[in-house]
């Protein structure tokens, strides 16, 4: 079964930077909107960044001018660049995105989830 596989997450101080990935488990299927969810312990899962298939794009205001999303088409890849990094960015990072496979209709997939930490 086609899964979204995340890398990229890890430790870091603040104002410090990491760069998120995320593709299709599959190379075979296409993704249409793709972006970036996180949740914090004891919040719901909130909207990062999302970014379409024609590369426009939209952030939460927490993160505008600190954070950019990009997508490579041809490896159906999205990446999340985090910079100036602070405490409260702390959480667990989801990538979600609609794909298809060759013949089939998009559906809505989630990323098991990448732990993104950033100490004091």
């Known amino acids: 079964q086609v899964q979204l596989v995340e890398s990229g997450g890890g430790l870091v101080q603040t104002g410090g930077s990491l760069r998120l990935s995320c593709a299709p488990s599959?190379?075979?299927?296409?993704?249409?909107?793709m972006g970036w969810y996180r949740q914090a312990p004891g919040k719901q899962r909130e909207l990062v960044a999302e970014i379409s298939r024609g590369g426009n794009t939209n952030y939460a205001d927490s993160v505008k001018d600190r954070f950019t999303i990009s997508r490579e088409n041809a490896k159906n890849t999205v990446y999340l660049q985090m910079n100036s990094l602070k405490p409260e960015d702390t959480a667990v990072y989801y990538c979600?995105?609609?794909?298809?496979?060759?013949?089939?209709?998009?559906?809505?997939?989630w990323g098991q989830g990448t732990r993104v930490t950033v100490s004091s």
């Open positions: 979600n995105a609609q794909m298809r496979g060759t013949g089939w209709r998009y559906q809505n997939y």
């Open positions: 599959e190379s075979t299927f296409t993704c249409d909107n």
